[in-house]
């Protein structure tokens, strides 16, 4: 028997409890079959948890994030919290997590699956095999920077004010992060700011350089500005195998990338924290995709964002490669089978909901265990 992990399950708005329920019956599944048992707490979060407690996430669930050894969340936000103070919206939940544990390092892989590339707005000679990780700072930057916040001028205008600023050591730890990803795949490394235009992007490419040339020599490490790499992605996406880069060019190049893979619905993340004594990190996994309240509660939803987010946390919150493995494979038999949720749907496919995708993944992995 392998001992209980700790995880909370925050599945938060929109479709988030929809795909967080096909993670459930996976953690069924596993129990079942492997002898792997997840100690499972479930809260609130975003907009469900402002609703009950008035704010995007309770200090008591904090509490629990804190000592979990992994967060699964799943989506928040919706269009009756828009107007909303920052300090309470939903978004402001998911902040706070990543904020409180320190989960600097955002791992978004942008794979596009061979049974999904016709289904990307890019050729498919373009995207087919594609394997781009990008690696994005998430704690640091213009999201948290100081001083922010919107004041009124003399005249009665008003002036809206936000901070891009980082410190050496809050670019060398993701940086370290994106290398040593880096030797596990094809050992290269695109950092991506605008030094050309900031100053916070100039020291992003010095100590980029620096433990480059310190700690990760053998890894072949080049830079790229932040629109270029933009236009890159979308001209020639295989040239890259990691990018790691800011919180916010991450965010929207993250974007770009998901679209290479065919559907936002298809892609998952992992943000972990620092290491600790025992090399542990705190770790929090979701999908990129957010609480798509319009298809919300109508067993529309993909869970295979959700379900490979999963896949993550056993990789690497829980040391389980193997098991990860099996998950990805049930996701990639699943799609050349050709069961679609209607975000990727195509002709000659088979339209499914939310929740038989989850019942098809099981059923795989059932198969693949016999
Ligand atoms: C993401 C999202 C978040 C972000 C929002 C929901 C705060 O877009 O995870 O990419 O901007 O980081
Ligand atoms: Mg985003």
């Given at each position: 028997?392998?001992?209980?992990?700790?995880?909370?399950?925050?599945?938060?708005?929109?479709?988030?409890?929809?795909?967080?329920?096909?993670?459930?019956?996976?953690?069924?599944?596993?129990?079942?079959?492997?002898?792997?048992?997840?100690?499972?707490?479930?809260?609130?979060?975003?907009?469900?948890?402002?609703?009950?407690?008035?704010?995007?996430?309770?200090?008591?669930?904090?509490?629990v994030a804190l000592n979990s050894d992994a967060v699964l969340f799943g989506a928040v936000g919706g269009p009756q919290w828009?107007?909303?103070?920052?300090?309470?919206?939903?978004?402001?939940?998911?902040?706070?997590?990543?904020?409180?544990?320190?989960?600097?390092?955002?791992?978004?892989?942008?794979?596009?699956?061979?049974?999904?590339?016709?289904?990307?707005?890019?050729?498919?000679?373009?995207?087919?095999?594609?394997?781009?990780?990008?690696?994005?700072?998430?704690?640091?930057?213009?999201?948290?920077?100081?001083?922010?916040?919107?004041?009124?001028?003399?005249?009665?205008?008003?002036?809206?004010?936000?901070?891009?600023?980082?410190?050496?050591?809050?670019?060398?730890?993701?940086?370290?992060?994106?290398?040593?990803?880096?030797?596990?795949?094809?050992?290269?490394?695109?950092?991506?700011?605008?030094?050309?235009?900031?100053?916070?992007?100039?020291?992003?490419?010095?100590?980029?350089?620096?433990?480059?040339?310190?700690?990760?020599?053998?890894?072949?490490?080049?830079?790229?500005?932040?629109?270029?790499?933009?236009?890159?992605?979308?001209?020639?996406?295989?040239?890259?195998?990691?990018?790691?880069?800011?919180?916010?060019?991450?965010?929207m190049l993250s974007d770009v990338a998901s679209m290479l893979s065919g559907s936002l619905g298809m892609l998952p993340s992992?943000?972990?924290?620092?290491?600790?004594?025992?090399?542990?990190?705190?770790?929090?996994?979701?999908?990129?995709?957010?609480?798509?309240?319009?298809?919300?509660?109508?067993?529309?939803?993909?869970?295979?964002?959700?379900?490979?987010?999963?896949?993550?946390?056993?990789?690497?919150?829980?040391?389980?490669?193997?098991?990860?493995?099996?998950?990805?494979?049930?996701?990639?038999?699943?799609?050349?089978?050709?069961?679609?949720?209607?975000?990727?749907?195509?002709?000659?496919?088979?339209?499914?909901?939310?929740?038989?995708?989850?019942?098809?993944?099981?059923?795989?992995?059932?198969?693949?265990?016999?």
């Open positions: 028997m392998v001992a209980n992990k700790k995880v909370l399950m925050l599945p938060g708005d929109g479709i988030g409890p929809e795909v967080m329920g096909e993670v459930r019956r996976l953690i069924d599944w596993m129990d079942k079959r492997r002898s792997v048992t997840f100690d499972v707490t479930e809260d609130l979060v975003g907009g469900a948890a402002y609703e009950k407690h008035g704010a995007a996430i309770s200090d008591d669930t904090m509490d828009d107007n909303i103070g920052f300090d309470v919206r939903p978004e402001a939940g998911l902040l706070r997590l990543r904020k409180d544990l320190d989960l600097f390092a955002n791992l978004r892989p942008a794979i596009c699956f061979d049974a999904l590339a016709d289904a990307s707005s890019l050729k498919r000679e373009l995207v087919g095999g594609l394997d781009v990780l990008i690696v994005r700072e998430l704690t640091g930057g213009v999201y948290f920077g100081e001083p922010r916040g919107i004041e009124d001028l003399p005249d009665g205008q008003r002036r809206g004010i936000n901070t891009q600023v980082y410190t050496t050591e809050e670019i060398r730890r993701v940086c370290r992060v994106a290398f040593d990803l880096a030797k596990k795949r094809d050992n290269r490394v695109c950092s991506v700011e605008k030094m050309n235009v900031m100053e916070s992007g100039l020291l992003w490419r010095e100590e980029a350089t620096w433990v480059h040339e310190n700690e990760f020599s053998e890894v072949e490490l080049s830079h790229m500005l932040a629109d270029n790499c933009g236009m890159q992605l979308v001209r020639n996406p295989k040239q890259f195998d990691v990018i790691v880069t800011d919180n916010l060019f991450g965010d992992a943000s972990l924290g620092p290491e600790d004594e025992s090399g542990r990190r705190r770790a929090l996994y979701e999908p990129v995709h957010g609480s798509a309240p319009d298809i919300a509660g109508q067993g529309k939803a993909n869970p295979l964002a959700m379900i490979q987010s999963y896949a993550m946390m056993l990789r690497y919150s829980f040391d389980m490669g193997e098991d990860a493995d099996l998950v990805e494979q049930a996701v990639r038999n699943v799609l050349d089978a050709g069961l679609r949720t209607g975000d990727i749907m195509q002709d000659g496919m088979t339209l499914i909901s939310c929740e038989q995708m989850g019942e098809a993944i099981t059923a795989e992995l059932d198969k693949q265990a016999a």
